[in-house]
């Protein structure tokens, strides 16, 4: 069975630092360019970073550059996400996910991503 598992959320306050990982299994991770979701209560899914399959390649969102870090390990079939300088803004469930197609849209449109983890909490309080 295919299944990407996030973990690593949690409380921290506002400055502090986390690292989420991504684990994939029934499949093996290097195939696919992979991208981190969030999500706060209320609003719309929205793309925060993205790496190429081989990890050559990265995207930020503008909101959390100089931030946050993506990074993989292939050879684990893991995927991270270093995050650092962690505001109340950044709250919000937070998902990986793997890309399946590939057209002339943006990294962030979530309709080329046909995998989904389940999400894991990350809250950041003032």
């Known amino acids: 069975q295919l299944q990407l598992v996030e973990s690593g959320g949690g409380l921290v306050q506002s400055g502090g630092s986390l690292r989420l990982s991504c684990v994939a299994s029934g499949f093996t991770l290097e195939r696919y360019n992979i991208g981190w979701f969030r999500q706060a209560p209320g609003k719309e899914r929205e793309g925060v970073s993205w790496?190429?399959?081989?990890?050559?390649?990265?995207n930020y969102a503008d909101s959390v550059k100089g931030r946050f870090t993506v990074s993989r390990d292939n050879a684990k079939n893991t995927l991270y996400l270093q995050m650092n300088s962690l505001k109340p803004e950044d709250t919000g469930a937070y998902y990986c996910?793997?890309?399946?197609?590939?057209?002339?849209?943006?990294?962030?449109?979530?309709?080329?991503?046909?995998?989904w983890g389940q999400g894991t909490q990350v809250t950041v309080s003032s």
């Open positions: 996910a793997a890309q399946t197609f590939v057209d002339a849209t943006p990294w962030y449109d979530k309709k080329m991503y046909a995998y």
């Open positions: 790496i190429s399959f081989k990890g050559a390649r990265t």
